[in-house]
């Protein structure tokens, strides 16, 4: 239809535009909150693995051995720390574009507001 839009479905439209960016930006909040969690772990996981480290300068014998396993399962799961926060920042940076776009987008409308 033609014609100026009226107040009540502009100001839903805000609303709803609104309401979406809300949503989007505390979807980005949790995708924060998630990549300081994986961060925490590899820090935690590394301290882990430098005491090993250090364990072992001064042992020899089976006591190495059980060491040295220990070791290279920490290294292992400080690997597997490192890709989950780069799939954490992946998502926070994709979430971050949504909020973007969807601020964009409805810019003009509101702009209004």
């Known amino acids: 239809p033609n014609g100026p839009v009226s107040d ?7 609303m709803d535009a609104m309401e979406e960016i809300k949503r989007a930006k505390k979807f980005l909040e ?19 693995a430098t005491f090993y480290e250090r364990q072992l300068d001064g042992v020899g014998g089976s006591a190495a051995r059980t060491l040295e ?7 292992r799961d400080v690997e597997d720390s490192q890709r989950m926060l780069r ?14 776009n969807l601020e964009a987008r409805h810019w003009a409308l509101l702009s209004e507001y």
């Open 30 to 48: 949790k995708k924060e909150d998630m990549v300081e969690d994986a961060k925490e772990e590899v820090v935690a996981l590394k301290a882990d």
């Open 8 to 14: 009540d479905v502009q100001r839903m439209a805000a």
């Open 87 to 100: 799939m954490a920042r992946a998502e926070r940076d994709a979430a971050s574009r949504q909020v973007e």
């Open 69 to 75: 396993k220990e070791l290279g399962l920490i290294l």
